[in-house]
């Protein structure tokens, strides 16, 4: 059995690590159920975005099931191509969004900085553990704190394994909103919600736009906002955009 919990609630496709006992790492059938889970949201045009959480309220994901890589070697939960869960290294092109119920350790730390948006309990620790256990978070981790994080504070993470509270992440803008943990998922969802009402696929071409301007100049970056620019100003969408607008109106996307 996996312990993933799949729900569709509109086109919210809301996914659930559920191994409490476990302080919800992935085992390598959960980190693989997960990679299958994401991509058939992303195959599912009813979906418009995902939001990741853990079960209880201790733990988001702490990472690899170390208790199974005694047994069977480390890495299983690794999925080629897509990484860690199916997260890591995954190109998505719909919105990911992290609840981050509980401690996000190690692995469960590279998947939150995989993810677009994240609301985090005020209860929560994040950090990258992997130093104490003879590894480093090769997986993502180690490469997003680099580009989001001072470099100072970055490595102190990297070599010392010390967690941070989620107050001070959202301090760094690694985290988007802080929270108290009772209001956590209805947070997230009722903002991913309200996002999904706007033109999922001006979402989807912004998202995307960002994540290719952030590893080019800035003429390079502004010539292909440029090229999108042209094709976006005549959609359908942009049309209705702007004729809700002068009529008065809320705005009627075709958003599939």
């Known amino acids: 059995m996996t312990g993933l919990i799949v729900e569709h609630r509109g086109p919210v496709c809301l996914l659930t690590i559920d191994r409490v006992d476990a ?25 418009g975005a995902m939001i990741l959480t853990g079960a209880g309220d201790r733990a988001f994901c702490s990472g690899m099931d170390l208790k199974e890589a005694e047994r069977i070697g480390a890495g299983h939960g690794l999925i080629p191509g897509r990484g860690f869960g199916g997260i890591t290294e995954r190109r998505r092109t719909k919105p990911l969004i ?35 256990r003879g590894l480093f978070a090769f997986a993502g981790g180690i490469q997003r704190l680099a580009a989001q994080v001072p470099r100072a504070t970055a490595l102190a993470m990297i070599m010392t394994g010390e967690l941070l509270p989620a107050r001070r992440l959202y301090e760094l803008g690694v985290v988007t909103e802080v929270l108290p943990g009772d209001q956590l998922l209805e947070r997230a969802m ?9 033109s ?37 969408d942009s049309r209705e955009g702007v004729a809700a607008f002068a009529q008065k109106r809320d705005a009627r996307f075709g958003q599939r």
Do not use: P
């Open 23 to 47: 302080r919800n790492a992935l085992d390598a059938v959960t980190s693989h159920a997960l990679d299958a889970a994401i991509t058939a949201a992303e195959a599912n045009q009813e979906v």
């Open 200 to 236: 999922w696929q001006a979402i989807r071409n912004g998202r995307e736009l960002y994540e290719i301007s952030s590893g080019m100049e800035i003429g390079q970056a502004l010539a292909v906002g440029n090229a999108w620019g042209k094709a976006t100003l005549d959609s359908a």
């Open 190 to 198: 009722a903002v991913t919600q309200a996002m999904l009402g706007h």
């Open 98 to 132: 992290a609840a981050i119920n509980g401690t996000a350790v190690a692995g469960g730390f590279e998947i939150m900085l995989a993810c677009d948006m994240v609301f985090a309990a005020d209860h929560a620790l994040m950090g990258l553990s992997e130093v104490k």
